[in-house]
């Protein structure tokens, strides 16, 4: 298995474009995470997904910021649009619940928002 | 709301000897804690997790300590190698059989290995 798969690796994108982070979750799980990190803030949950479900989107820090996962295998967040302050690296991570294992990470998704 | 604390935020030591890296939570509903490693520029990858059944674990040079009562638990690793050197975040949450609660990170901790 290659892992979780994120797409695309860089971004760069002005402010007020509409931004589309894209993961591919391990075969098999059934929980999917999104995440971002920055210096300031560390690392924080934005949104977590179990059987395609949306369970918990109280980390999202905006309307601006949106999730989906139309199926097993993949799921996007959206931002739009976006801001200078949405500059960060996003992570992906899934995890199958009756492993009892934490998540395993995508490569992230580096968005820089001039 | 719950938090995770984190101590040191950086820590320094020669290669061969050991560093300790403790976190306490506020939540008491806690009951699962990994440890993540996390390289520069690179992913957070899981390097070993504790349940709140369980007081200690040890994965080679690697261990983890679990103090419910006061609420912390710590790394271990011994016989520090360069390779080593990486930012580690330790974790809180509630895990259930069949759901997640919400995992609070630590802030991190910089550890540099010096040969």
């Known amino acids: 298995d290659a892992g979780v798969i994120q797409s695309p690796r860089h971004e760069v994108t002005e402010m007020g474009q509409e931004v589309t982070l894209r993961c591919k979750p391990i075969?098999?799980?059934?929980?999917l995470f999104w995440y971002r990190q920055t210096m300031m803030r560390g690392l924080e949950l934005l949104i977590y997904?179990?059987?395609?479900?949306?369970?918990?989107d109280s980390g999202m820090p905006e309307d601006r910021f949106s999730a989906k996962m139309p199926n097993a295998s993949f799921s996007t967040l959206k931002i739009q649009p976006s801001e200078p302050r949405d500059s960060a690296v996003y992570f992906c991570?899934?995890?199958?619940?009756?492993?009892?294992?934490?998540?395993?990470f995508g490569q992230g998704t580096r968005l820089t928002v001039v | 709301g719950e938090n995770v604390e984190q101590h040191p935020s950086t820590l320094s030591v020669q290669e061969g000897d050991s560093a300790v890296i403790k976190c306490t939570y506020s939540?008491?509903?806690?009951?699962?804690f990994p440890w993540y490693k996390q390289e520069l520029g690179k992913r957070p990858q899981l390097i070993i997790d504790?349940?709140?059944?369980?007081g200690e674990k040890k994965d080679q040079r690697i261990a983890v300590t679990l103090n419910k009562t006061a609420k912390h638990f710590s790394l271990h690793i011994t016989e520090t190698q360069p390779e080593d050197s990486a930012v580690y975040f330790c974790?809180?949450?509630?895990?259930?059989?069949?759901?997640?609660?919400?995992?609070?990170f630590g802030p991190g901790t910089s550890l540099s290995v010096i040969p």
């Open positions: 939540d008491s509903a806690s009951n699962y």
């Open positions: 974790a809180a949450d509630r895990f259930m059989k069949t759901s997640y609660d919400k995992v609070i």
């Open positions: 075969s098999g799980h059934d929980y």
């Open positions: 997904f179990n059987n395609n479900v949306p369970i918990d």
């Open positions: 504790i349940r709140s059944n369980v």
């Open positions: 991570a899934s995890s199958l619940a009756q492993w009892r294992r934490s998540a395993f």
